[in-house]
């Protein structure tokens, strides 16, 4: 009789298909599900998997996951809201391993996240979710732009309608189209069959092939006035809108073009400028008045915008680079990668050629830095990061590409002071090497010093992009209030109740992305109007075409390409080549249309004004 058998993999591949569903069905959980419903959901799955050794998980996993069953069943009580966290408390305390502790640490963390949602089921026995589930990836955009509809119109041919249909929330549609996070396709819904569609590829399918589009006209002249602060993206956001419910505004932008970090903190390999330019063009096609190099608080006072127009919004950007804090800093050839980028803006490139550059940081900025020494002729490039690769928060695209294009990664490698030489020349940067240790707030590793000596890399230049932060002395001095760096406006803008300076953007949120910047003016345009005593609508007059009734089989993604590396990194051309026609219709075919098929047909329809 045989004592061992070779194991069969037929049985562990179904298993393995299976969790693959699930992990995908996890991933692409569009916002809006219902908490409670994702709390059971989470809790059965780690009660099936606990060995049931210890009381905790065995029995107390069991017991809650009944709690929220019965507060799903509407047989709860508002005391039953106290002793789900009660159980969930006992079970995070006690709990022999990690699967009773982040069962119980989830259930405590979304009890606290959603408690409105908790509450409702337990008083009311209704459920948010049911009634408010929105299209993922129209809620995961941050100015709420119409996604399924544009794509809908891209698929029949109707770009310059698409680019109409995006407007209506975002007067950037060139610049998202090109530079935008993408947001959107985090949890959109056809991650659950192969992958998300790729909507900032067809968003610049659109704007490349629409020609020139007029802006709506501007409602009728109400005599209102508005000053905005800073002709970045949140600023113009909120002109633009402004200017088309009929007000009266005028832009002060410090600087000799407007555009802000698009253009002083994104590089024209990524972004050309003659592209942001066509933005711009159609914002001020709506008779905004821009006062160029124009400093608030030096030459005109903050205080005499406020007394001379009926509303004022700052939106001053992330213009001044974070120090690194170590030793050398103030030597000769260590510079801020902001002004790096910002003086090439303005068409000052430096020569590099020749010289070794090592970058800190492991951000966005840092990568825009990396790539564009890379192009400046330096003969080595570094990019020096604290954590591991898969820790830094730049695109991961962006770090391929740096890394494609030359540039060495030196990850776990903590700064720790730049030597100088003779001259007070940066000669060296130090690094301690690095050990992952502990998750933080943001779920990264925080790094911890290693048993081994720090490390000497000779340079000759250094650049600094750890960070950025905004100037707010001049509206500090006015009495405005200050919390983190940031402006501490409202959720609505404002920056007093029922007062008439609003703030948005970069200086109340700290930095973040183009998207969120003009998320932010969109939002303070909506209750500036609203304060100046009128309610103006922003619509569109388009038609989206209706959802047919297809099969949506499993194809692969097609994404945009690059030029060759070895080719792209010699110039500040564009790297990205688009999606030709065929690639486009095949890829907005792929979009499941979810504002028509569940939600969206239940809901009433589309929101075509706000």
């Not at 009580?77 to 002793?83: A, E, I, V």
């Not at 982040?102 to 259930?107: C, E, H, K, L, Y």
Request: net charge neutral.
């Amino acid at each position: 009789m045989s004592r061992l058998v070779i194991k069969a993999a037929d049985g562990q591949r179904v298993a393995d298909g299976l969790y693959g569903d699930l992990e995908r069905r996890l991933a692409s959980a569009p916002p809006g599900l219902c908490p409670v419903d994702l709390a059971l959901s989470f809790v059965t799955v780690c009660q099936a998997q606990s060995c049931g050794k210890c009381v905790p998980c065995r029995v107390g996993l069991g017991q809650l996951a009944n709690l929220l069953r019965d507060l799903l069943d509407g047989k709860a009580s508002m005391c039953t809201l106290d002793l789900i966290e009660q159980t969930a408390a006992t079970i995070y305390d006690s709990a022999d391993c990690a699967i009773g502790y982040d069962a119980a640490r989830m259930v405590l963390s979304n009890l606290k996240a959603y408690r409105t949602d908790y509450i409702e089921h337990a008083a009311k026995r209704r459920c948010l979710g049911s009634f408010q589930a929105p299209v993922p990836c129209r809620e995961l955009c941050p100015a709420d732009v119409d996604v399924p509809g544009y794509i809908a119109l891209i698929a029949e041919g109707r770009y310059a309608d698409a680019v109409r249909l995006i407007r209506k929330d975002n007067p950037f549609p060139v610049a998202c189209g090109y530079i935008c996070e993408h947001p959107c396709e985090s949890k959109c819904r056809r991650n659950l069959l192969d992958d998300a569609v790729n909507i900032r590829g067809l968003k610049r399918y659109a704007v490349d092939n629409a020609g020139k589009v007029p802006v709506p006209a501007c409602a009728p002249a109400t005599g209102k006035t508005v000053a905005v602060i800073g002709g970045g993206p949140s600023g113009l956001t909120a002109a633009y809108f402004l200017a088309l419910m009929g007000h009266k505004v005028t832009v002060f932008e410090r600087r000799k073009k407007l555009g802000g970090m698009l253009r002083y903190g994104i590089p024209a390999y990524r972004f050309p400028r003659e592209l942001l330019d066509r933005d711009i063009e159609a914002i001020l096609s709506t008779g905004i008045e821009v006062r160029y190099e124009c400093n608030v608080g030096t030459d005109v006072a903050f205080e005499d915008l406020v007394k001379e127009y009926d509303c004022v919004y700052i939106s001053a950007g992330a213009h001044t680079g974070s120090k690194a804090r170590i030793e050398g800093e103030d030597l000769k050839g260590v510079i801020s990668a902001v002004e790096l980028l910002k003086g090439i803006g303005d068409g000052e490139y430096p020569d590099f050629t020749g010289k070794t550059v090592a970058v800190i940081g492991g951000g966005n900025v840092a990568m825009d830095a990396t790539r564009t020494s890379v192009r400046l002729g330096a003969s080595k490039v570094y990019c020096v990061y604290r954590r591991r690769q898969v820790d830094m928060t730049a695109l991961p695209e962006e770090v391929e590409g740096a890394i494609a294009e030359g540039a060495e990664l030196l990850t776990l490698k903590a700064p720790v002071r730049i030597e100088g030489d003779a001259e007070g020349k940066a000669a060296a940067l130090w690094v301690k090497p690095q050990l992952s240790g502990l998750l933080d707030e943001s779920g990264r590793p925080s790094p911890v010093n290693a048993d081994l000596p720090e490390e000497r890399i000779p340079v000759d230049l250094v650049i600094v992009a750890v960070g950025q932060k905004i100037e707010t002395a001049i509206f500090e001095k006015a009495g405005l209030p200050v919390t983190k760096g940031a402006l501490a406006a409202m959720a609505t803008g404002q920056i007093f109740a029922n007062g008439k300076i609003f703030a948005g953007g970069d200086c109340a949120t700290n930095p973040a992305t183009a998207i969120r910047a003009v998320a932010g003016g969109k939002v303070a345009a909506a209750n500036i109007d609203n304060y100046l005593g009128y309610h103006h609508e922003i619509g569109v007059d388009v038609e989206i075409p209706a959802a047919r009734a297809e099969s949506k089989p499993r194809r692969g993604r097609i994404n945009t390409s690059e030029r060759l590396a070895g080719e792209r990194k010699q110039d500040f051309t564009c790297i990205e080549i688009g999606m030709t026609e065929e690639g486009a219709l095949t890829e907005a075919s792929r979009c499941l249309r979810c504002d028509h098929y569940g939600c969206g047909a239940l809901k009433g329809g589309r929101i075509n004004k706000w």
